[in-house]
């Protein structure tokens, strides 16, 4: 016994390992109940009494030394293997994920919401199944006047009152006849025109509309905020050009131009070589509005805009056709 005690240690001082399957071998032999230890302790039991502290301290000698000598190897086998694992990973091959990306519309609206909220701007929606009064009437215009024909309405043939919302300024009154100003909101959404679909329109699009009013809002303000937005929007050297308009909820009405960034102004197709692209109609809110809704138009005054989303969509990322948006084809969603 005393051989294969002083046998066992100088076994456990040599021994080495370094993979997994070496490490196991270690513990069956020296530390599991059915390893080399169980011997030796029920060969202990034969040893003759006057012999039993010698031999009791050689065996735990040797019981501390498996041990400590197993807590080795276990380390020396995992740095072994946690290299291994590294060395095995290719870091040049394609990762798996496909994650997908937001509509490129979507993209273009949520930085409009970031840049007018910053502005103190808050967002509000209105439904896009209306009534006249609402997409019409309150927005100043007249019974059968020709104005309500530039929009090619969809009417909703069960009740000629109920139509498809032409333009998001049918929020404007939503949000005006149920509270009192200030009002300080951009109204995003999807509105419908009978148009014949092609490369420039579409029977439906989006747009947003802002609206702004409170006590002395002027046309100044109107300007201000649009400049930074289209100085945000497009680049910070973009200039704003507001051309005289007409828009029957609106007295002063302009269309805002700007300067076209991808030529920066020397005239290319994109701007049909004027150096200006439009994106949108403005102007200050016109008092009978104000009045349709309840609100003092001596007190009170305001401005409204309203943008094309798709138009802001198309030149900030120079798209040639309208239809690309509603067409769900990955190649050209995948871009973005
Ligand atoms: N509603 C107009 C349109 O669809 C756009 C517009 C023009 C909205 C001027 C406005 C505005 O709020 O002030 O063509």
Redesign the pocket.
């Known amino acids: 016994m005393k051989e294969k005690i002083e046998q066992y240690l100088k076994e456990i001082d040599e021994l080495t390992a370094s993979t997994k399957d070496e490490l196991e071998a270690f513990r069956l032999k020296f530390i599991s109940r059915k390893g080399v230890m169980n011997d030796l302790f029920n060969s202990f039991k034969e040893v003759p009494n006057e012999q039993k502290k010698e031999f009791g301290a050689k065996l735990n000698v040797l019981k501390e030394k498996a041990q400590s000598k197993f807590q080795e190897l276990i380390e020396v086998v995992n740095t072994a293997s946690s290299k291994e694992e590294a060395g095995s990973i290719d870091v040049t091959l394609p990762s798996f994920t496909n994650t997908g990306s937001l509509h490129p519309l979507t993209k273009t609206k949520n930085r409009i919401i970031q840049i007018f909220e910053r502005q103190g701007f808050s967002v509000a929606e209105g439904p896009e199944i209306e009534d006249d009064f609402h997409n019409f009437t309150a927005l100043n215009f007249p019974e059968n006047h020709p104005a309500r024909e530039m929009q090619d309405t969809y009417f909703i043939t069960k009740n000629p009152d109920t139509l498809l919302r032409?333009?998001t300024?049918n929020v404007?009154i939503r949000l005006m006849e149920h509270g009192q100003p200030p009002f300080r909101s951009i109204m995003p959404g999807r509105v419908y025109r009978n148009e014949a679909i092609s490369a420039r329109a579409h029977c439906f699009f989006n747009?947003v509309?802002?609206l702004y009013v409170d006590k002395e809002v002027s046309f100044k303000d109107l300007k201000q905020t649009l400049y930074h937005f289209a100085k945000e929007m497009f680049g910070k050297d973009t200039q704003v050009r507001f051309r005289p308009s007409f828009?029957p909820?609106?007295e002063p009405?302009a269309e805002i131009d700007i300067s076209c960034f991808i030529c920066k102004g020397d005239g290319c197709k994109i701007c049909k070589h004027t150096g200006w692209v439009e994106i949108?109609?403005?102007?200050m809110v016109d008092p009978n509005v104000l009045e349709a809704c309840g609100i003092d138009s001596k007190e009170y005054s305001g401005f409204?805009?309203?943008m094309g989303i798709e138009r802001i969509t198309m030149l900030k990322y120079q798209i040639d056709d309208i239809r690309l948006f509603s067409e769900n084809d990955m190649r050209f969603l995948s871009q973005f």
Do not use: D, L, N, R
């Open positions: 032409t333009h300024s404007q747009q509309e802002g828009f909820f609106t009405s949108g109609g403005s102007g409204a805009f309203g």
